[in-house]
């Protein structure tokens, strides 16, 4: 009789197992919707593509230079300090577009620095179409294209970027004009197409700074930023 009663309880628990596990697998199995992750086109493409190359060369000036600031400006992070021109410019631009956000589109900014001076020291007009207003796609094409017809090489070695800060901000209407100051270390040399030395001097480090300002409709689902302005100096 008791052996019995045993068998009963081992059917008993056994049924209750099997019933737990069952549940378990109905609820560890669902999917609520939220799992996938956010892609952002602009910063992940760049980031991709960051390290491709490390040989870079100057650019060409466009026509719609940026203002420097003034020296006395605070250099550490890219909105210190109230009275910073950049500051109600920022204000404006994220006003108009909730989404933006510094310290991403300084990530992406600086990832399109590498990205555009890699293409134009190859020559690659095609790779910089996308990435440039028609004003500065201009100006750069033409720079190839002239380089191309002496026959000469640019090699500039990028041995690193300094800094990579906020200089101005502001909206017009839809389209938001971000300015980037890039201060960065570079070797230049340019040769002849007998690759003797014509400029330059591959043993010198220059310190160039670079203004850079970034355009783009904010109203556009298009999160990707233009080039239309460059100016350096040394």
Known sequence: MGDGFQYVDILFFAAIAAFLVLRLRSVLGKRTGHQSNDFDPFRDRQGAEKAADEKIVRLPDGRRPAEPQPADQPEDTALAGTE????????????ADPAFDEAGFLQGARAAFEMIVTAFAQGDAKALRPLLADEVYKDFSGAIDERQARKETLDTTLVGIEKAELAEAELQGR???VTVRFVSQQVNVTRDAEDRIVDGDANEVETITDLWTFARNVKSRDPNWKLVATQSSQ
């Open 84 to 95: 910073r021109p950049a500051v109600k410019g920022v204000a404006a631009v994220r006003a």
């Open 175 to 177: 389209t938001a004009f």
